[in-house]
């Protein structure tokens, strides 16, 4: 039965990994559908790489950054210790124990160094553990704790805990040692059952259902070295699980009555196959995609890979990350989290959504926005990318993620603002997808404060805000505008930039402001500042042409009604 089992868990993960690993060719941030060509692609490409020089760069990748470690340990020596423990700690339990009887000959798990091995490598992952709760709990206020943490906490937590149990139970089973005795030993007499029994009880920590004799156990010992000895060492080497029995002997009888070291075999078993079989779909797939994504990213060569390997690179890096918050905590627009109330400015937390966008998932119009805002707030500091363990490039991910939500019909203000400045240095890579979000967000300015064919409703009042103090000193001497790259473009510009920046200026200055949050020079303005540094009186023109830019945008943005045009007045 067990074996069925173990079959039946295997095969649910091979199909889960199949369907996962498929997901990397069929699924996109943007809507292409090249999947089969992707895979064509992605595996020429793996297979060039192996057959190649640069075996030497992906060995070293492996070694240094999947084995050892190294740019966790770069980050943060306290989080390399805790992911050493866990991770090593519950490979190597896997390996000399869960595959034991695979992969060592003569295996027996009660025999040295094994059982003092699975208890070694047990406590490690319970330290490890321990670590990462404590992290949690002691927490910088941005990390997050997801249900995908919790999940893997809590699966290895009990995994690791019910082997201990078990052991411990085991080894105060009155049954469990009547049936060992049953099919191994071949006693005599009695008195040698009852001899061997009595050294069982008073070395090995088992709680006999009958009084023993003390003067039998140095006979005993002898009949357990010829019979037990080498399949079964003291089990004060267990010392975790022998540690764990002296707590349990009060429960003996009762556990006896209940068959309890039997069910919780079955149980321990249940919780170790359900995890194997739903690997591909939890926390855990980063045991294989971290290492293709150091490796993928070791050899990534920008101006010589195929695009469509860009996005099955990007979809394993989603599938890479472990939510370990190291990107989070270099993030250069980490504050504005608390400022906003949008987590998912915040790196580590913008991976999730995206797995759910690209796997057609719902997502609610204000999730979509606050991704977006999240992904175009970044400063292109790079230093998420760089800090990342699992190498994965955030960088490109959220340009992308971008350019994805734009295709999606979402817009953004801040097209309008500097944030704008690293896409567009990559204007030409985006082709016609360059212009259309930017001509959406200025439909929407004309649409909401006039242009053109409107007249203005001058207000009342005509005071000036404090950061205008300085157009006191402007007296439209041009110079502004003759120096303006923008204007120097045109050789009519009144006719394409409505009112230019000497304008603009004296326009403030009067009172009339408002007439300008829909001017094209106003959303043209490089902030440049070279009419800043060129007005003979001082006066700060970039900074009051970026404050109404940013006054007009933050307008649409919040959908104000303040400030209102009326057509045909």
């Given at each position: ?43 020429l ?45 519950f490979?190597?339990l ?42 949690r709990?002691r ?19 009990i ?30 007499s ?14 090995m ?6 009084e ?6 140095a ?5 357990h ?5 080498p399949?079964?060492t ?16 009060p ?31 939890t ?16 050899l990534?060569?920008?101006k ?9 690179k ?8 472990v939510?370990?918050g ?87 203000p ?32 004309y ?12 207000p009342?009042?005509r ?28 050789e ?41 540094e060129?007005?003979?009186?001082g ?31």
């Amino acid at each position: 039965m067990l074996g069925a089992l173990a079959l039946v868990a295997f095969f649910v993960f091979l199909g889960g990994l199949v369907f996962k690993v498929s997901s990397w060719f069929r699924c996109s941030l943007r809507r292409e559908r090249e999947g089969f060509k992707r895979f064509v692609l992605g595996f020429l490409s793996l297979g060039k790489a192996l057959f190649s020089p640069k075996i030497g760069i992906i060995l070293k990748v492996l070694i240094l950054d999947g084995i050892l470690q190294r740019r966790t340990l770069k980050e943060s020596p306290y989080r390399w210790l805790m992911h050493v423990l866990i991770y090593w700690a519950f490979v190597l339990l896997i390996i000399t124990h869960a595959l034991g009887k695979l992969l060592f000959e003569g295996y027996v798990s009660t025999a040295l160094p094994y059982v003092f091995l699975r208890d070694l490598f047990g406590s490690m992952v319970l330290v490890g553990l321990g670590m990462a709760i404590w992290r949690r709990i002691r927490k910088t206020p941005p990390l997050r704790t997801s249900r995908m943490d919790l999940y893997a906490l809590i699966a290895v937590l009990i995994i690791v805990f019910s082997g201990f149990l078990l052991k411990g139970a085991k080894i105060i089973s009155y049954k469990n040692y009547l049936r060992m005795i049953d099919q191994y030993a071949s006693l005599g007499s009695e008195e040698e059952s009852k001899a061997l029994e009595a050294y069982w009880v008073k070395r090995m920590g088992l709680v006999s259902l009958r009084e023993v004799e003390e003067s039998l156990v140095a006979k005993g010992e002898e009949i357990h070295q010829f019979q037990c000895a080498p399949c079964h060492t003291n089990s004060r080497w267990a010392f975790v699980s022998y540690g764990l029995s002296r707590a349990l002997v009060p429960l003996a009888s009762g556990f006896e009555r209940v068959n309890f070291t039997e069910k919780l075999w079955w149980v321990h078993i249940a919780i170790c196959l359900i995890a194997l079989a739903i690997l591909p779909f939890t926390k855990f797939l980063h045991l294989i995609s971290v290492p293709l994504s150091l490796v993928i990213n070791a050899l990534w060569d920008p101006k010589r890979s195929h695009p469509l390997n860009l996005k099955t690179k990007q979809m394993i890096e989603l599938d890479a990350c472990v939510h370990c918050g190291s990107c989070t905590l270099k993030c250069a627009v980490l504050g504005a989290e608390r400022v906003l109330g949008n987590i998912r400015i915040l790196p580590s937390e913008k991976i999730e959504p995206l797995k759910r966008l690209v796997s057609k998932r719902g997502l609610s119009q204000r999730e979509l926005e606050g991704i977006l805002q999240g992904v175009y707030l970044c400063t292109n500091c790079l230093r998420c990318t760089v800090s990342c363990p699992s190498g994965i490039n955030l960088q490109e991910l959220w340009f992308e993620a971008r350019e994805a939500l734009f295709e999606r019909g979402l817009s953004e203000p801040a097209l309008l603002s500097p944030f704008s400045f690293y896409r567009g240095l990559r204007a030409e890579e985006l082709g016609e997808g360059y212009e259309r979000p930017i001509l959406e967000i200025k439909g929407k300015l004309y649409q909401r404060f006039g242009l053109k064919d409107s007249v203005l409703r001058i207000p009342e009042e005509r005071g000036l805000e404090l950061y205008e103090r300085s157009l006191m000193g402007c007296f439209a001497c041009q110079t502004c505008t003759n120096v303006c790259p923008v204007v120097s473009q045109y050789e009519r510009p009144e006719e394409v930039l409505g009112f230019l920046p000497h304008q603009i200026m004296r326009l403030c200055l009067l009172g009339f402001k408002e007439a300008v949050y829909g001017s094209e020079m106003l959303l043209s303005c490089l902030t440049c500042y070279k009419c800043q540094e060129a007005c003979p009186q001082g006066v700060t023109v970039t900074d009051i042409l970026m404050g109404l830019k940013m006054e007009a945008l933050k307008a649409v943005k919040e959908e104000r009604d303040e400030i209102r045009f009326v057509s045909g007045v």
